[in-house]
């Protein structure tokens, strides 16, 4: 393989990674392992927001946030569509940390000790970390061609 395969390969793989839809499926579905009862994070999510829990709040605003700019085709390659995404990311980021936070009796705490609990937590961390460097790195990109 040539190098420009090669390259052509990784920006194919950065693309995927990268896309919105990518991001909130690996979100949607980490592994929670509960004392009796475990499931995916979706599942958690919907059934706090009746309640108007600040980690679903979070979460929905940051989904609705990146399927918004993601579907918003008019600035394709803008400062603000970048910072954005990453505002999203965060959201999301800290609907994962009020989760576990506000859970006083650690009811939810096998998600750090189990195998695939903490992969899907990798994963999702994973995504997250290349999603908002791509975005930061774009912002740069943006900022350095209108100098």
């Not at 959201?91 to 000790?113: K, P, R």
Request: glycine share 4%; hydrophobic share 55%; with cysteine.
């Amino acid at each position: 393989m040539t190098d420009h395969v090669i390259k052509l390969e990784v920006m194919k793989a950065v693309k995927i990674i990268t896309n919105a839809y990518t991001l909130i499926v690996s979100f949607l579905v980490i592994m929670i392992s509960g004392q009796h009862v475990g499931g995916f994070y979706v599942i958690y999510l919907l059934l706090a927001l009746p309640h108007f829990a600040m980690h679903s709040i979070l979460a929905i605003t940051g989904i609705v946030l990146l399927l918004l700019i993601y579907h918003n085709k008019k600035n394709n390659a803008s400062i603000k569509k970048s910072l954005l995404n990453i505002i999203a990311v965060l959201l999301l980021l800290c609907s994962i940390f009020f989760f576990f936070d506000n859970d006083d009796e650690h009811y939810n705490y096998g998600t750090f000790y189990q195998l695939i609990p903490q992969l899907t937590l990798i994963l999702f961390g994973s995504i997250s970390l290349v999603f908002i460097l791509k975005n930061i790195f774009d912002i740069y990109k943006i900022s350095r061609k209108n100098l």
